[in-house]
């Protein structure tokens, strides 16, 4: 009676929305007149009115919001890099100048993005690389609109007479740029932020390299449909980040200003289930009928049942959707559309499994016939410790910003699947935004429009920049982080 559809062959339908940052809501009230706070509460036209819920509620976990300073911020701390150096004054300021020099073009293109919202698939900024003197694939690996931007910087001739062809390596850095927008929404996960941030931080590094002579290769991807679909784990499986020593990106979210977070999230499973039954008369003939509609709540009752005896950091959380229903017909058809999250894949699988069994109870009961197409289930994100912690540093120094490690929010991301393949990093980063305006909402995506916003993703660019440059530069430090990886695999059994 069942039949489903594996996540290989789902990657690419719209029907199944994953989302990135789509349950950031667990908010803690704070102290205060609730009339004072709801008076500071903007809503749109129609709108039902907010709870007053305390500002950054949804994350930050270790920061003390009523306090004058970010400083009580008790974060965990990640293991000191001791061999080697730093990155070096003069290369953080070519770094800095570079992306100062860029930042009304970067603006420019972040706001075209976000004037433009495209859902799933949609492609920009590969013609701007290419006049920046990157070589660029278009629809890259199958995938219509993903892209490869690629530049290489070679050992000048002063440098190869140094070294004998066989020593000299040439590492390779992956920095992705997200660009797909929200049903509805637009730009409200700030995607056309994460797209320039991958624009700035491969054109970064690019002029450190040149400008300090350092040899190594720069791969930016546009990796489209992180809304939905996957498009990272498409990616990864067609070969996208072999090459790669290491990749990073970043994402911003609502928080105290200048903090950033190095959250591990959780792992989504998207699934679409599909009831079809036989229609007739409510009223006339009832008994001839299968209530598609019956099932999806028999199915969607059940679930809630559930959830008494889930884990209280699992989440499993949908809708219903009809077509054409009237009252005075019994549906034939009904479509549920979920998403299952929990702390790591393997808790997501056997929650999946129990999940999958109200829907197949649900048109046991009904007598419906059931479709269940399975997307491709996102992994929780696995941070490199040695990468999060060169990253801490550099921030730290460039812009004195926090980096908060403690468990941070339950948002999912196609990256997740990226950090269990090679050495990566997805730091989150604050931008000023309204209260209850956080990912995922029309506010954020006001939010993400900003000039706040804007200057504070070009710092985080400058640091992922400065750690990508220190990656392609650094051997020993590379190796470091590489160890680090091998031996996580090796104690999750993986």
């Given at each position: 009676m069942s039949h489903r559809v594996s996540p290989k062959n789902f990657v690419a339908d719209a029907g199944v929305q994953a989302g990135c940052w789509a349950n950031?809501?667990?908010?803690?009230?704070?102290?205060?007149?609730?009339?004072?706070?709801?008076?500071?509460?903007?809503?749109?036209?129609?709108?039902?009115?907010?709870?007053?819920?305390?500002?950054?509620?949804?994350?930050?976990?270790?920061?003390?919001?009523?306090?004058?300073?970010?400083?009580?911020?008790?974060?965990?701390?990640l293991p000191e890099y001791s061999d080697g150096e730093g990155v070096a004054p003069e290369v953080l300021q070519t770094i800095q100048a570079e992306l100062e020099d860029l930042s009304p073009r970067l603006r420019e293109l972040s706001l075209d993005i976000w004037h433009h919202p495209e859902i799933m698939y949609e492609e920009r900024l590969t013609e701007f690389m290419a006049s920046r003197g990157f070589k660029v694939t278009p629809h890259y690996l199958g995938l219509q609109t993903a892209w490869r931007a690629e530049f290489t910087y070679p050992a000048s001739d002063i440098h190869r007479k140094a070294k004998t062809r066989s020593t000299v390596h040439t590492r390779v850095i992956g920095v992705n740029s997200e660009m797909d927008a929200l049903p509805g929404i637009g730009h409200g996960c700030g995607h056309n932020l994460i797209a320039m941030s991958g624009v700035a931080v491969a054109l970064a590094i690019k002029a450190a390299l040149q400008k300090h002579d350092v040899p190594g290769t720069v791969l930016l991807l546009g990796t489209p449909a992180e809304e939905a679909g996957g498009g990272k784990i498409t990616l990864l499986e067609r070969g996208a980040y072999k090459e790669m020593d290491a990749c990073i990106m970043s994402h911003p979210t609502a928080g105290p200003a200048n903090i950033s977070g190095l959250w591990q999230g959780v792992a989504l499973q998207p699934i679409d289930v599909e009831f079809f039954g036989h229609g007739a008369h409510a009223g006339l003939a009832p008994w001839e009928a299968q209530n598609a509609l019956d099932a999806a709540f028999v199915a969607y009752a059940s679930i809630s049942a559930l959830r008494q005896q889930m884990k209280p950091d699992c989440r499993v959380h949908g809708i219903i959707v009809g077509r054409e229903w009237v009252p005075n017909i019994i549906p034939d058809y009904a479509k549920l559309r979920y998403m299952?999250?929990?702390?790591?894949?393997?808790?997501?699988?056997?929650?999946?499994?129990?999940?999958?069994?109200?829907?197949?109870?649900?048109?046991?009961?009904?007598?419906?016939?059931?479709?269940?197409?399975?997307?491709?289930?996102?992994?929780?994100?696995?941070?490199?410790?040695?990468?999060?912690?060169?990253?801490?540093?550099?921030?730290?120094?460039?812009?004195?910003?926090?980096?908060?490690?403690s468990v941070g929010p339950n948002y999912s991301t196609d990256f997740g699947n990226v950090t269990f393949a090679l050495p990566a990093l997805h730091p989150a980063y604050s931008i000023p935004t309204e209260p209850n305006g956080a990912n995922h909402t029309p506010q954020f995506a006001k939010s993400a429009a900003t000039k706040e916003a804007h200057e504070a993703t070009l710092k985080v660019a400058a640091g992922l920049a400065a750690l990508g440059f220190k990656v392609l530069q650094d051997a020993d430090f590379t190796a470091e982080v590489k160890k680090s990886f091998d031996e996580w695999r090796a104690e999750s059994g993986i």
């Open positions: 950031l809501f667990g908010l803690r009230k704070r102290g205060g007149s609730a009339k004072s706070k709801a008076a500071q509460l903007t809503r749109r036209e129609g709108d039902a009115e907010l709870i007053p819920y305390v500002h950054f509620g949804h994350g930050w976990y270790d920061l003390k919001y009523d306090s004058v300073t970010i400083d009580s911020c008790l974060s965990e701390k299952i999250r929990a702390p790591t894949y393997q808790e997501l699988y056997a929650l999946r499994e129990r999940v999958i069994a109200c829907f197949d109870a649900a048109a046991l009961a009904t007598a419906c016939k059931i479709e269940i197409k399975v997307g491709a289930a996102y992994y929780e994100v696995r941070n490199n410790r040695i990468l999060g912690r060169e990253y801490a540093k550099l921030v730290g120094g460039m812009y004195g910003m926090r980096t908060d490690t």
